[in-house]
């Protein structure tokens, strides 16, 4: 199992930054899980954002965010990263972490965290 707790969000402008940062922790190693970030907004599903493998050798995207976000981890410190760069108001969203040790990308991660809001201001 792992417990994941995100930080970071807050309100920023249209066309600035953010880093969000997922800390895990548990008794199996952060190194054998495939880490990934999700949005939902109210009253909509929960869309995918961006994925990386475990070793950090591979990333993967949705078009929305490509150019713009990028994912990475270290596993040294047992954290994943999404660092959002040119925010759009339609960024606005609760961003999730998340964990699996086969698939996040195209399946249900087993494990989330709590959330954090990010909120974009036109």
């Known amino acids: 199992q792992v417990q994941l707790v995100e930080s970071g969000g807050g309100l920023v402008q249209a066309g600035g930054s953010l880093r969000l940062s997922c800390a895990a922790s548990?008794?199996?190693?952060?190194?054998?899980?495939?880490m990934g970030w999700f949005r939902q907004v109210s009253g909509k599903k929960r869309d995918f954002v961006a994925s990386?493998?475990?070793?950090?050798?591979?990333?993967y995207y949705d078009d929305s965010v490509k150019g713009r976000f990028t994912i990475s981890r270290d596993n040294a410190k047992n954290t994943v990263y999404l660092q959002m760069n040119s925010l759009k108001p339609e960024d606005t969203a609760v961003y999730y972490c998340?964990?699996?040790?086969?698939?996040?990308?195209?399946?249900?991660?087993?494990?989330w965290g709590q959330g954090t809001q990010v909120t974009v201001a036109s």
């Open positions: 998340a964990a699996d040790v086969n698939q996040v990308r195209t399946g249900t991660p087993n494990y």
């Open positions: 548990g008794r199996t190693a952060f190194s054998s899980y495939i």
């Open positions: 990386i493998t475990q070793s950090g050798a591979r990333t």
